[in-house]
T-cell receptor, first 115, second 112 residues
Framework: AQTVTQSQPEMSVQEAETVTLSCTYD???????LFWYKQPPSRQMILVIR??????QNATENRFSVNFQKAAKSFSLKISDSQLGDTAMYFC????????????FGTGTRLTVIP | NAGVTQTPKFQVLKTGQSMTLQCAQD?????MSWYRQDPGMGLRLIHY???????DQGEVPNGYNVSRSTTEDFPLRLLSAAPSQTSVYFC???????????FGPGTRLTVT
């Protein structure tokens, strides 16, 4: 079974600063994806960034980047130049490659961007 | 495309009542799933379907039934609602062979 752990229930960051959200996971699989999802107050689940386990290069999407450490089973999200619109719950998620491809989520980190 | 739609957006039930949460997608996706989200927990998989006529259980299936008679629709049925089923329910779909799941807007269900 897969487990995903987010050890920071809440975090805050000043506008324009950088913040890093932590995520660790446990799996015996070798081929998988990792994701960060954003859930603003609207409740909509929005995919922020993904990482394929076989790729060593860390994924980046504009102000969002990850630090993927496969051996340590760690997958942190860095948000640069934080904006007020980044205020949301952030969920780390795991998906095995192949099969039903269902998502396993962490418990989330509530991020508040302070003006 | 409307994407993934869910109805209703909000629902209040009394213990023991039954109801069906509707989910539909117009993207011809093979994979569809139902998740529930509880405070302090991430989303947990209830049931999923890999195509019309095929369903399977997820992590927390007890108290819920599903069926998949068409590619477009994947309803979730609560046969006898219990307060423990108070939650926000999300439906998601995904094309075969890809990784990205498309989520619906969610249904907030309260069972009193």
């Amino acid at each position: 079974a897969q487990t995903v752990t987010q050890s920071q229930p809440e975090m805050s960051v000043q506008e324009a600063e950088t913040v890093t959200l932590s995520c660790t996971y446990d799996t015996s699989e070798n081929n998988y994806y990792l994701f960060w999802y954003k859930q603003p107050p609207s409740r909509q689940m929005i995919l922020v960034i993904r990482q394929e386990a076989y790729k060593q290069q860390n994924a980046t999407e504009n102000r969002f980047s990850v630090n993927f450490q496969k051996a340590a089973k760690s997958f942190s999200l860095k948000i640069s130049d934080s904006q007020l619109g980044d205020t949301a719950m952030y969920f780390c998620a795991f998906m095995k490659k192949g099969g039903a491809n269902n998502l396993f989520f962490g418990t989330g980190t509530r991020l508040t961007v302070i003006p | 495309n409307a994407g993934v739609t869910q109805t209703p957006k909000f629902q209040v039930l009394k213990t023991g009542q039954s109801m069906t949460l509707q989910c539909a997608q117009d993207m011809n996706h093979e994979y569809m799933s139902w998740y529930r989200q509880d405070p302090g927990m991430g989303l947990r998989l209830i049931h999923y379907s890999v195509g019309a006529g095929i369903t399977d259980q997820g992590e927390v299936p007890n108290g819920y039934n599903v069926s998949r008679s068409t590619t477009e629709d994947f309803p979730l049925r609560l046969l006898s609602a219990a307060p423990s089923q108070t939650s926000v329910y999300f439906c998601a779909s995904r094309p075969d062979g890809t990784y990205e799941q498309y989520f619906g807007p969610g249904t907030r269900l309260t069972v009193t």
